[in-house]
């Protein structure tokens, strides 16, 4: 006897078991990795946790009105998020606002003001050849202290000739033997000067050394220029307001003044010669720690092809003069934000800057150095700290309404499906489970931070995930109601129910990876929340929902139809078995032909 095909609607033997084991062992494997990593909490967003928000303004140089477009301005974004990302710090909102203003939201974080004080240094990065320097303020070297009568300040010159010889920093070619100062590099820092224009000249000869006790000035063609030299000699960087003017309208091709803190955390001053190096030839750089030299931490360079050249050819240069005129000056913001010094030309197109750094400064000096050079100048409008307070009362109220809405949803389930609403609250409170274990571990992972838009997409979620439920349920009793029994009833409105919910969880999905794409900013919490939890739903209804329903028809209160089931035919209108008419029997005798 041969076996009956099964027919296109007939169903594959249902092992509910597998699937909630399956189930099971990701919600243990998800919860074990949550602990283990110690994210027990989703990370916060800064409307939820508190953090800084900085409004940027892009100012036109003169004659480069033009410059300010949709292009640069894009680039300038992608650039602070990366010198913010560079920090590690997550999270960190960059975006336009109008066709000329940056605002960036930092959430409150173990680097949130590091990452501060390099977005808000929006300005072009050079490296420029030091002319002069000198400690700057009531200490400097030939001023007066203000604790003095009139003598000269000795302790100043000494820690200027520390910074000079040890705690200066060292520019070496990568790869090659470390670059040692020349003699006159253990002279203080504060006693030389040589014009800006010759020391890019080809064959410098040394400069002479300023007499004991003089303080140093601009010569040279550098000398001739009486603006620079009134403003160098009025220069006090201990004054936030002269660091502020310190520089100001000075284009690249122009020699400047500027100030910048040394290894001690002393102000100096400096006289800089036009840029030799822009930032944009700057390929790489990165922090290394350097255990073979004992060098310790040290900062790795690595130029573009013309880049490399143009370093190689200013280095050579300087390498021929004397301290501190064998430095370079990294100026970032038209502040000097490190000052190595060279003894021979760098080439090969990389370099390591190495002096006295610890970690934390030798990897924001790489980060500058990488992501310093923006197309546009950027002035900081405001600077505005957000508090977790305004949010979290927004995230109560939130919260509250989401509370609310679950409860109605629940008591619905309750009145319309009664013993069915256990199933769905089960699934709710598993669909619920893995959304916050997953968003726990998406904060370490990629920086997802949670704030007040996810938490609506969340609770949109309970809508959708709801309306899978009773997509399933309803098809059940229309089985139902067509007089089958439950156990082939759940297995036959599967493959319906099935097709319906997926259809409805893609349209979902798609409506959030459109929102994810076009929008930027805190919508994109609410798509990517809203795009989570739309899979998630797939995932519980097919791995937990329709397992259990299964395993739950077995039961002898749902298989029944009791009343409180939820799945009784009887309140549900089910129509009786269908059955075959009987033939209607004929007496014997003959057979109309009519009728044959």
């Not at 004992?294 to 050249?309: I, P």
């Not at 809508?463 to 009793?477: H, K, L, M, P």
Request: hydrophobic fraction near 40%; proline fraction near 5%; charge should be neutral.
């Amino acid at each position: 006897m041969v076996a009956p095909k099964k027919g296109k609607n007939a169903s594959a033997p249902s092992r509910p078991g597998r699937s909630l084991a399956l189930i099971l062992i990701a919600i243990v494997a998800l919860t074990g990795g949550m602990f283990a990593s110690g994210h027990t909490t989703p990370r916060l967003g800064i409307d939820l946790a508190g953090g800084t928000s900085i409004t940027l303004r892009a100012v036109p140089e003169a004659g480069q009105e033009s410059a300010i477009n949709k292009t640069n301005m894009d680039t300038a974004v992608d650039i602070m998020e990366r010198r913010v990302n560079g920090l590690g710090v997550s999270e960190a909102e960059v975006q336009t606002q109008g066709d000329r203003n940056i605002i960036v939201n930092i959430p409150k974080g173990t680097n949130s003001e590091e990452a501060r004080q390099q977005v808000g240094t929006t300005a072009k990065l050079y490296f420029r050849p030091v002319v002069a320097t000198e400690l700057s303020g009531a200490n400097a070297t030939g001023s007066p202290s203000p604790s003095a009568t009139g003598d000269p300040s000795d302790k100043a010159s000494d820690k200027a000739t520390d910074k000079a010889t040890d705690g200066q920093d060292k520019a070496t070619d990568e790869g090659g033997a470390s670059s040692t100062p020349s003699d006159a590099a253990s002279a203080s820092a504060t006693g030389q000067g040589r014009a800006a224009s010759d020391a890019l000249k080809a064959d410098p000869s040394p400069s002479a050394k300023a007499s004991d006790g003089a303080s140093p000035s601009p010569s040279g063609s550098a000398a001739g220029d009486a603006k620079l030299q009134q403003q160098y000699a009025a220069l006090d960087c201990t004054k936030a307001a002269d660091r502020a003017k310190a520089g100001d309208g000075s284009k690249p091709g122009d020699s400047m003044v500027a100030c910048g803190q040394n290894s001690q955390g002393q102000w100096q001053k400096y006289v800089l010669g036009p840029a030799s190096v822009d930032g944009t030839d700057i390929d790489k750089s990165e922090a290394v720690l350097n255990t073979q030299t004992g060098a310790g931490w040290t900062v790795t360079m690595k130029f573009t092809d013309a880049g490399g050249k143009k370093f190689a050819d200013i280095t050579g240069k300087l390498a021929k003069n004397q301290s501190p005129q064998n430095q370079f000056a990294i100026v970032l913001d038209n502040e000097v934000v490190s000052d190595p010094y060279v003894s021979q030309a760098l080439t090969g197109g990389s370099a390591e800057i190495s002096g006295n750094f610890d970690q934390e400064e030798a990897q924001g000096l790489a980060n500058m150095l990488s992501y310093g050079a923006l197309p546009l100048t950027f002035k900081e409008d405001s600077v505005t700290t957000v508090t977790a307070a305004l949010g979290g009362e927004q995230l109560k109220a939130g919260l509250i309404a989401g509370a609310i809405g679950l409860v109605l949803v629940v008591l619905y389930l309750l009145i319309y499906y009664r013993g069915l609403s256990f199933i769905a609250v089960t699934s709710l409170l598993v669909s619920a489970g893995l959304t916050y274990v997953i968003m726990s571990l998406l904060g370490p992972t990629i920086g997802f931070a949670l704030n007040l838009p996810a938490v609506c997409g969340a609770i949109v979620a309970i809508g959708i995930t709801a309306d899978s439920f009773i997509v399933y349920f309803e098809r059940v009793r229309d089985e139902i109601r067509e007089g089958r029994t439950l156990r082939p009833a759940v297995e036959r409105a599967w493959p319906r129910a099935r097709r319906t919910i997926l259809v409805s969880d893609f349209v979902s999905f798609l409506a959030a990876a459109v929102l994810f794409i076009v929008t930027v900013g805190k919508v994109q919490g609410f798509a990517f929340t809203l795009g989570l939890t739309t899979l998630l739903d797939v995932v519980v209804v097919f791995l937990f929902t329709k397992p259990l329903l299964t395993l739950m028809a077995r039961r002898k209160f749902f298989a029944s139809g009791h009343k409180w089931s939820g799945l009784d035919p009887k309140s549900l209108g089910a129509k009786p078995p269908l059955r075959r008419a009987r033939r209607t029997s004929r007496p014997a005798g003959p057979v109309d032909p009519k009728e044959a």
